[in-house]
């Protein structure tokens, strides 16, 4: 293969053949799932490029320049090797053996939003990047990992999710109804219940369709009855929103919803809305939004390879939390990606919380 590139490549680039098959050719040795390798750009190329430059651009572009520096970190990581282990102690007071503390320097470079300057030697940066991590499960950090401890076991798991949960959970349903059958069968061949939070509107249209997920033991929740944005809207609207939903699920499911999430999340993080906080408590409803965002409306639609490093990077960053919401849409690139999506969960370590 190619070590460089004549001209760039992805997004507005100029794009040779011979360019574009070594960039494909480099991001699927980083890539659980590889990219289908070709001589044109792809969307999907775009985006595995943008998800690989937002570890240390703030602007990714999709576009990697000969010489640059998405150039210079790809080579990087595709030269990286995969870490198995580390043959002695690492950080601050650690044996320090140069290939133990470049695997280090690389995991932690996998899920730092600003990526560390990687040498054979151990820097103060990365002690403390080894007791950031550490606080969120050690009383005690002491900026040092030793051969097989907790901290190597927590920064070889990708998001963390060792002795966690996840809760997932579906918005804008029941229809698609043909998305909504999908992801039902793939949560029953998992034996995992989940919530959807239901649109009144869509309840009343297809009843049917809502009272099958109440049936197959999931919660069908309030997610407004028209979808609009709650917080703009005066309380007597938000309550007519909000009891009209409550109403339309109850005939449809024979269940009154005890939780809420508005539209967009709009007015439901902390301060909350006033209007929609007033209405939800004369409801007995609880306002909840989420942990994790799949933003699996966004193109590339679906929870497929090209979410998952952003996924990982949302676990990371709350480690201190040990059950974590995961919003999803009923949705059929959604629901085509589910099965693969919760294989993953369970490799990152994640169990199943009942709704």
């Known amino acids: 293969m190619a070590n460089s590139i004549t001209d760039s490549v992805g ?15 480099l991001l699927n040795k980083l890539l659980s799932t590889p990219l289908a390798v070709s001589d044109q750009v792809s969307d999907e190329l775009i985006q595995a490029i943008k998800n690989f430059q937002q570890t240390f651009l703030s ?42 503390v470049r695997l280090v320097y690389a995991l932690f470079n996998k899920i730092l939003s600003r990526p560390l300057i990687v040498s054979d030697q151990v820097s103060n940066e990365l002690i403390q990047a080894i007791k950031d991590v550490q606080k969120t499960f050690l009383s005690q950090p002491d900026g040092r990992i030793d051969v097989g401890g907790s901290t190597w076991r927590r920064l070889t798991t990708p998001a963390g999710g060792t002795g966690k949960s996840v809760l997932l959970s579906f918005d804008d349903g029941p229809a698609p109804t043909s998305a909504l059958h999908s992801i039902l069968d793939t949560l029953d061949r998992h034996g995992i219940k989940a919530e959807f939070y239901a649109l009144g509107q869509e309840v009343d249209s297809f009843p049917t369709a809502a009272q099958e997920i109440a049936n197959r033991g999931h919660k069908v929740q309030n997610h407004s009855y028209t979808h609009p944005n709650l917080a703009k809207l005066s309380k007597g609207a938000v309550q007519k929103e909000l009891e009209k939903t409550q109403e339309s699920i109850k005939k449809a499911t024979g269940t009154t919803p005890t939780k809420i999430r508005p539209p967009f999340g709009a007015g439901g993080w902390r301060p909350y809305d006033p209007e929609l906080a007033a209405v939800a408590a004369s409801l007995s409803l609880h306002i909840q939004n989420w942990d994790i965002d799949t933003e699996d409306w966004k193109s590339p639609k679906g929870i497929g390879p090209g979410k998952r490093a952003m996924i990982q990077r949302q676990f990371q960053r709350q480690q201190h939390q040990n059950l974590f919401n995961v919003l999803m849409h009923v949705l059929p690139d959604t629901a085509d990606d589910l099965e693969e999506f919760i294989s993953y969960l369970k490799q990152w370590g994640f169990t199943f919380a009942q709704p």
């Open 11 to 25: 997004q507005g680039g100029v794009n040779h053949p011979d360019d574009v098959r070594t960039v494909y050719a």
């Open 59 to 100: 602007q990714p572009d999709g576009r990697i320049d000969a010489g640059g520096r998405t150039w210079r970190e790809l080579v990087t990581a595709g030269e990286t090797p995969e870490a198995t282990d580390i043959s002695a102690s690492v950080g601050e007071g650690g044996q320090n053996f140069p290939q133990d």
